[in-house]
């Protein structure tokens, strides 16, 4: 394959590959077979084509590394507003886009409305735009959880369980698999994560993935790999994925064997670091070798990420708006001064990226540890914004109905 770094050990030569075992079987997601895993999470603003593209050329060279079979990992887009996709609004379309030799191409909904829920997945599966449904019940975002979406929603159990089985109903018309992510719950006295997959279980889907934290917390303190190994010992004839806190591929190794989790789902992980799906193929197959780019390479892969994103916006200059969050992750532990720094974050062109690159020193190491570990804002732990008593019942009301109507509408901006 091209264009795909060497992994690499920290001596800096070439990493063994002598396989010593898969330390799990492949991922089965419905009829779809997933030969490492692990599924990259749905990020806003994070997870396009561009960025899918990229990972999936890593985990293809961890595939070559592990010998593995079927689809590396599997790659989810960002969170796609149902209301949007029925309404076919031009942004929307755009986030559904897959490249051609994309497979399974997955598809996130996020609805608090199981009428256009199933008219969005109805549109997905009769214009055959997915081969796989992923269903956002773990989103924190104010702006979503004041409307009872994200991980509000399965606060309320009926409204819950309508949505799953909406999706899940449209979806067994053509084979297509759906799969729940959620969080524990809203806070620490209102969980809900045990008793939503055992609903999402009996609607019938093919996996639930949990991240190991309350909506409360939203990034802050230390998933809870203890409620993943509940909700594993809980939920026994689907698999059950396990996400927070997988900063590397020993983190994965870590979970799995802490928890019993069938695979793992990877966020903020990947940051700037497309090259951890190496990592992690490469792992789940038993080996040791492990990426570990000079500062060359990472300048390399900061600028095809750049050249993806003008693929997909056709813009140069959106695409350099976009690249500019990426920076700072990329460049994480190594040096490269605040002025290059602050110069990359203001970038609007090609030619200016390449500029700027050419000053980065090529040769410098990767360097280990102050690279490492978290990536993305943590933030703080808040009160949850919710409809007005939403807690009062696990039920819905006829004023959370009406909420609920308005929800869509208010979110739906693609």
């Known amino acids: 394959m091209t264009d795909v770094m ?25 009829g779809h077979v997933i030969g490492s895993p692990v599924v990259l999470a749905p990020m806003a603003g994070i997870t396009n084509r561009a ?70 997945a109805r549109m997905l599966v ?25 991980s509000a929603l399965p606060w309320k159990k009926d ?12 979806g067994a018309k053509r084979d297509i698999p759906v799969t729940v992510k959620m969080r524990k719950g809203i806070d620490d006295d209102h969980l809900t994560f045990l008793d939503a997959g055992l609903t999402a279980e009996a609607e019938g889907v093919a996996a639930v993935a949990l991240h190991g934290r309350t909506a409360a917390q939203a990034y802050s303190g230390t998933a809870d790999w203890t409620a993943i190994r509940m909700l594993k010992e809980t939920v026994t004839s689907i698999p059950v994925l396990g996400n927070g806190d997988v900063w590397s591929a020993e983190d994965a190794l870590r979970m799995v064997r802490e928890t019993g989790c069938d695979g793992v789902v990877v966020g903020r992980g990947c940051l700037g670091r497309p090259w951890l799906f190496t990592d992690l193929a490469a792992a789940f197959a ?12 990472v300048a390399d892969r900061l600028r095809t990420h750049t050249a993806y994103l003008c693929d997909f916006y056709g813009e140069e200059e959106r695409a350099c708006r976009d690249i500019r969050k990426h920076i ?20 609007d062109s090609m030619a200016a990226l390449d500029t700027l690159l050419a000053t980065l020193d090529p040769d410098a190491p990767w360097p280990g540890e102050a690279a490492e570990g978290q990536r993305g804002r943590a933030g703080s732990s808040r009160t949850v914004a919710l409809p007005d008593r939403w807690l009062e019942s696990r039920e819905l009301s006829e004023e959370h109905r009406r909420t609920i109507a308005e929800a869509e509408l208010s979110v739906s901006g693609g």
């Open 6 to 30: 060497t992994p690499m050990t920290q001596a800096g030569e070439a990493a063994p590959a002598a396989t010593e075992g898969a330390v799990l079987p492949p991922l089965r997601i419905g």
């Open 51 to 120: 960025f899918r593209r990229l990972c999936r050329e890593y985990g293809n060279e961890g595939r070559a590394i592990g010998g593995a079979s079927g689809a590396t990992s599997l790659y989810v887009s960002e969170m796609i507003t149902s209301r949007a996709l029925v309404e076919r609004t031009p942004e929307s379309m755009r986030l559904i886009e897959h490249d051609p030799d994309e497979n399974p191409r997955s598809i996130q909904l996020y609805s608090v409305d199981p009428a256009t829920a199933r008219a969005a």
């Open 126 to 150: 009769s214009e055959d735009r997915a081969d796989h449904i992923d269903l956002n019940f773990g989103c924190p975002v104010p702006k979503v959880t004041r409307k009872g979406g994200g």
């Open 159 to 170: 409204l819950f369980k309508a949505i799953v089985g909406a999706v899940v109903e449209e």
């Open 286 to 297: 038993g080996t040791s070798a492990r990426v570990t780019p000079t500062l060359g390479e």
């Open 328 to 347: 700072a992750w990329y460049l994480k532990g190594f040096p490269a001064g605040s002025t290059i720094r602050n110069s990359l974050a203001l970038v």
